[in-house]
């Protein structure tokens, strides 16, 4: 019974290392279900499996979270809660049962000794909120027994959860009652990438902190991938000081070899503003900002712009950052710059900016507050 966490770090090329391990058990015959958040995500295991050439790919299955739940742990059993059939899913950013800062009546989870649809499920009750679906789940593998969970059992050899860092609260319930089962699990993923959730208020574990004691507690054996093949090795070190203490492997840069073109301008530099319009002509970097309205005199500038959040998952040559308060405050040398935010979101979606570029990485800041940065300053 094999249950194994692996901490990739950014760049670390861990959706190769899934694709190849279901080819090959796929290939051995075996049935292997990757879960994973993102439709993206999803799309590149899918492709990056099918470019291996595997021999078998009716073997590997690739579902959502969502979709996971609703079809292989709560549709079986839903019977022995709710009778109509739930057809499909209701996304919910946030709780769909608070309208302007109140509660509505009647959607407690129990009516006396009766689960409530309208809990967990629209007015029509065939869509599940996705805010309360792994809850939902976790009730039925209850109320059943556990029997979702032996029926897993019995149709898969082995499961691959991708991106695990963005599962939160009764997500673990859920992963609690599969850790019993002698299939196989493999998660995957980065606590320090942690910038959405499959809920908008989880219950605890919520914080980078309190998943990785959950895995302890479920005793996953922990593997860290602490390499880059995207980062060169200045990048790496830096994006690292973002989490120092917390337990993670200082990350390896793969890069052996920096091209020709890139090699008169590598590293971590800061821009004065005075000067930034001669740097991004110069280079032609990917803006990163933390919102379409970060520095919205560079939004007329025809150079590419991709915000925090979206940029997760892709990789560019060179970055040009607009730092918010807390990079800025970071930079200039205050590791405590992201301590008094109430969750990790905004450290990490620094952390996610900083990985992203392959050989410079860049931030523009005022003129009179360049030379207090950590930082080279460019000046052209």
Not at 151 to 165: A, C, P, S
Not at 224 to 253: M, N, P, W
Request: proline share 3%; aromatic share 10%.
């Amino acid at each position: 019974m094999t249950k194994k966490l692996l901490i990739a770090s950014a760049g670390a090329g861990k959706t190769h290392r899934i694709a190849e391990q279901c080819c090959q058990l796929a290939d051995d015959n075996n049935r292997v279900l990757v879960i994973t958040y993102t439709e993206n995500n999803q799309k590149e295991i899918i492709a990056k499996y099918k470019s291996m050439g595997i021999n078998k790919p009716e073997n590997i299955v690739v579902k959502g979270w969502y979709t996971f739940l609703l079809e292989d742990l709560i549709r079986p059993y839903q019977a022995s809660i709710f009778s109509k059939r739930i057809d499909t899913i209701n996304f919910t950013s946030r709780n769909p049962h608070i309208r302007n800062g109140r509660t509505i009546r009647g959607t407690a989870e129990k009516v006396g000794s009766y689960y409530n649809s309208r809990h967990f499920l629209t007015s029509c009750q065939s869509k599940a909120h996705t805010e309360f679906l792994s809850k939902l789940a976790t009730r039925i593998c209850s109320v059943n027994v556990q029997k979702p969970i032996a029926r897993l059992e019995t149709i898969y050899q082995h499961i691959f959860i991708d991106e695990v860092q963005d599962l939160a609260g009764w997500d673990f319930d859920v992963l609690k009652a599969m850790v019993r089962m002698n299939t196989p699990i493999t998660c995957v993923g980065d606590f320090r990438q942690t910038i959405y959730s499959t809920t908008s208020n989880p219950k605890q574990p919520s914080s980078n902190q309190q998943k990785l004691d959950a895995f302890t507690r479920l005793r996953f054996e922990v593997e860290h991938l602490a390499v880059s093949r995207r980062c060169i090795q200045s990048i790496c070190d830096f994006a690292d000081t973002l989490h120092e203490g917390e337990g993670y492997s200082e990350t390896k840069s793969l890069v052996e070899r920096v091209p020709v073109e890139f090699q008169d301008h590598q590293g971590i530099f800061v821009v004065p503003k005075s000067m930034h319009q001669e740097y991004l002509e110069t280079y032609s970097p990917v803006i990163l900002r933390s919102s379409i309205r970060s520095a919205q005199e560079l939004n007329s500038m025809p150079i590419k712009k991709v915000n925090f959040g979206m940029s997760k998952g892709l990789g560019f040559d060179r970055t040009f950052v607009v730092p918010t308060q807390n990079i800025l405050d970071f930079i200039c040398g205050n590791k405590n710059a992201f301590d008094s935010g109430s969750t990790d979101k905004a450290k990490n979606n620094f952390y996610v900016a900083c990985t992203r570029s392959r050989y410079s990485l860049a931030f523009l800041v005022e003129n009179n507050n360049a030379e207090n940065c950590i930082f080279p300053i460019w000046r052209g």
